[in-house]
């Protein structure tokens, strides 16, 4: 199995921005897709981005589209999650995963996540 450990929340302005990191040990972190999700008090956890095991292809929620940039290492085992013009509405916890899956194409769905970090708060105020 592969060990996640997310990195890089805070607190910051609105319009502010910030980079999350996912460092992964374990299994060979190129064998898997990766994703980051985000879960808000009260909320259900919810796609953000992902990424192939390539990186060549990215994905994103409508969202934080043209905001959000997912992007991945494979020498440093090391998947990011760059967030620009943040709002109040991004105020989260986030969460990397990995997806073990070869079948289909690249999930949004949580449950079809493997395993997953510890979670990195990230508060944006207005």
């Known amino acids: 199995q592969v060990q996640l450990v997310e990195s890089g929340g805070g607190l910051v302005q609105a319009g502010g921005s910030l980079r999350l990191s996912c460092a992964a040990s374990?299994?060979?972190?190129?064998?898997?897709?990766m994703g980051w999700f985000r879960q808000a008090p009260g909320k259900e956890r919810e796609f953000v981005a992902a990424?192939?095991?390539?990186?060549?292809?990215?994905y994103y929620a409508d969202s934080v589209k043209g905001r959000f940039t997912i992007s991945r290492d494979n020498a440093k085992n090391t998947v990011y999650l760059q967030m620009s013009s943040l709002k109040p509405e991004d105020t989260a916890v986030y969460y990397c995963?990995?997806?073990?899956?070869?079948?289909?194409?690249?999930?949004?769905?949580?449950?079809?996540?493997?395993?997953w970090g510890q979670g990195t708060q990230v508060t944006v105020s207005s």
């Open positions: 995963a990995a997806d073990r899956s070869y079948s289909g194409s690249i999930s949004t769905e949580p449950n079809d996540y493997d395993y």
């Open positions: 374990g299994r060979t972190f190129s064998n898997y897709r």
């Open positions: 990424i192939t095991r390539s990186g060549i292809s990215t």
